[in-house]
């Protein structure tokens, strides 16, 4: 699958000569000249990596990847600054707002090329990890869920799980239908679940994490 690379930049001709170099590469390629217009959007293009300029006018490159480091969705988005400003204080300032890498104009195409393939290969490395490190992290908070739950709840979860009905739950359990709507509403919230079909899959997940953990 092809990557795409948001390039931000108002040197135009600079922005079009990346562009097409990059496209030849077999990269999908957007480009903007202002930055507003690059955070707007960012859920619409998808970037998989941003290279962009620091100094722009209205927003410039500090502000754009304090913004994107911000938002949940695009934190971890790999960022390379492309600049002028080679001081070693600029540079220090861009890595400890989290860009990966930093290369000053003028520059060498294939420069650009090693260290945007450099990134990628690192993220093709740590993702298995990370994708572990994610699971396990969710694991953990859906069995903190199921532990929080009142026997009575835990009672009620099952019967939905297995698919009764309220009013029969309500003759299992010993209580009113209206209880067990109350009941099952609650489990709902505690969840995150949108429905007792997701609330049934969610129980079968959890069922099965432990399972397979014995």
């Known amino acids: ?13 600079l922005l079009n000569s990346m562009a097409s ?16 217009n690059a955070l707007e959007n960012l859920a619409i293009i998808q970037p998989n990596l941003i290279i962009t300029d620091i100094m722009m006018t209205n927003i410039d490159g500090y502000e754009v990847i304090k913004k994107i480091r911000s938002k949940k969705n695009w934190h971890q988005i790999p960022i390379i ?3 002028a400003k080679g001081m070693t204080q600029d540079r220090i300032l861009g890595y400890n707002l989290g860009c990966n890498a930093y290369l000053a104009k003028p520059f060498y195409p294939e420069e650009l090329i ?21 699971q396990k992290l969710q694991n953990e908070e859906q069995n903190s869920i ?38 099952v509403s609650r489990l709902l919230h505690k969840t995150k679940t949108r429905n007792r079909t997701e609330l049934a899959k969610l129980t079968l997940l959890n069922y099965l994490n432990k399972s397979q953990g014995e």
């Not at 170099?21 to 930055?35: A, Q, V």
């Not at 009672?155 to 009013?167: D, E, H, R, S």
């Open 1 to 13: 699958m092809k990557k795409t690379i948001l390039l931000i930049d108002d040197d135009v001709d």
């Open 21 to 36: 170099y990059l496209i030849s590469e077999g990269f999908t390629i957007h480009i903007t000249t202002n930055g507003y």
């Open 81 to 83: 600054f492309l600049t």
């Open 114 to 134: 090693a260290i945007i393939n450099n990134i990628f290969k690192q993220l093709e490395f740590y993702k298995p990890h990370i994708n572990d490190s994610v």
């Open 146 to 183: 199921f532990n929080s739950l009142t026997p009575k709840e835990y009672a009620v979860l099952v019967l939905v799980a297995k698919g009764y009905t309220n009013k029969e739950i309500a003759n299992k359990v010993n209580s009113s239908i209206r209880n067990i709507e109350k009941y």
